[in-house]
């Protein structure tokens, strides 16, 4: 059984492959919103420039949560 801790950090190693890192940005986990469910989390994440400056210029757009089942460690 996968604790909170683990899935953040699948979730983490997950989205530091996204691109952004080549563009002087990553993508950054909003620990506020993440939701604990009867079969594991739902965890929501930005753009690290758009939660710091507000800009919509920088937000992310069309992404979806990311889900880590607590049993399989299935994300």
Known sequence: MVTKAEARRLVE????????????????????STRETDFGWVFF???????????????LTGNAPLIVDRDTERS
């Open 45 to 59: 994440y930005q753009s690290r420039l758009h939660l710091e400056t507000g800009a919509l210029r920088h937000a």
């Open 13 to 32: 190693a997950r989205i530091s492959t996204w691109p952004l890192l080549a563009l002087g940005d990553e993508v950054l986990i909003i620990d506020a």
